[in-house]
């Protein structure tokens, strides 16, 4: 991501970003309705509604986001929610002060805004972060025709294959009538990623 596209998105967190609706989506609510609470990270956590959402039902949550502005406002939501969670400032390509193994990975509206090359490191990142099992929950627009603006291409989530099952994706379009996708993969078993390393 540009120098330019970082500091646009830190202006708008200084009004009301248009992604940030205060309301946690009906896909995560289904998610945690069907697993057992855990760890959880989310990327590009904006100003916590997601993290405090996980937290009250138990998740022991970590939220990254690269402006610390917004990570104030998150921190003081979670305190009057009375809610404990982590929050780090930290780059969604290297994750650098972030460690362990988490069950759940949610990422809404932050990896198709990057760049080939952070897409790759992104990834990386992911599966440092994640044991078989782990669901990797992910929300983006997809990529439109004239390739203009933030988007996923089929070949952006082939990418996630190497590592992950796909286990399920919902095509829809979004406030704005732009089209997006929810997709839902689970980390592969040990033994798989063995074999396809060995392809």
Same mark, same amino acid.
């Given at each position: 991501?540009?120098?330019?596209?970082?500091?646009?998105?830190?202006?708008?967190?200084?009004?009301?970003?248009?992604?940030?609706?205060?309301?946690?989506?009906?896909?995560?609510?289904?998610?945690?309705?069907?697993?057992?609470?855990?760890?959880?990270?989310? +990327?590009?956590?904006? %100003?916590?509604?997601?993290? /405090?959402? $996980?937290?009250?039902?138990?998740? =022991?949550?970590?939220?990254?986001?690269?402006?610390?502005?917004?990570?104030?406002?998150?921190?003081?939501?979670?305190?009057?929610?009375?809610?404990?969670?982590?929050?780090?400032?930290?780059?969604?390509?290297?994750?650098?002060?972030?460690?362990?193994?988490?069950?759940?990975?949610?990422?809404?509206?932050?990896?198709?805004?990057?760049?080939?090359?952070?897409?790759?490191?992104?990834?990386?990142? +992911?599966?440092?972060? %994640?044991?078989?099992?782990? /669901?990797? $929950?992910?929300?983006?627009?997809? =990529?439109?025709?004239?390739?203009?603006?933030?988007?996923?291409?089929?070949?952006?989530?082939?990418?996630?294959?190497?590592?992950?099952?796909?286990?399920?994706?919902?095509?829809?379009?979004?406030?704005?009538?732009?089209?997006?996708?929810?997709?839902?993969?689970?980390?592969?078993?040990?033994?798989?990623?063995?074999?396809?390393?060995?392809?």
């Amino acid at each position: 991501m540009s120098w330019l596209r970082h500091f646009n998105f830190k202006l708008l967190y200084f009004r009301k970003p248009p992604w940030d609706t205060q309301i946690s989506p009906p896909e995560l609510m289904e998610f945690i309705a069907q697993y057992p609470p855990g760890r959880a990270l989310d +990327l590009g956590c904006g %100003t916590g509604t997601n993290v /405090i959402t $996980l937290a009250q039902y138990g998740w =022991r949550v970590t939220g990254v986001d690269y402006v610390g502005y917004a990570l104030r406002q998150a921190k003081k939501k979670a305190q009057l929610a009375g809610i404990t969670a982590d929050f780090q400032v930290d780059d969604v390509t290297k994750l650098k002060n972030i460690t362990g193994a988490f069950d759940l990975v949610l990422d809404i509206g932050c990896f198709h805004s990057l760049d080939p090359d952070e897409k790759r490191a992104y990834i990386h990142s +992911l599966e440092r972060l %994640t044991t078989p099992g782990s /669901i990797y $929950l992910m929300y983006g627009f997809s =990529r439109e025709a004239d390739g203009k603006g933030p988007g996923l291409r089929d070949s952006d989530l082939s990418e996630f294959e190497i590592s992950f099952d796909q286990i399920n994706r919902e095509e829809g379009v979004d406030r704005g009538q732009r089209p997006s996708v929810w997709v839902t993969y689970q980390r592969k078993p040990t033994d798989n990623l063995d074999q396809g390393t060995s392809k």
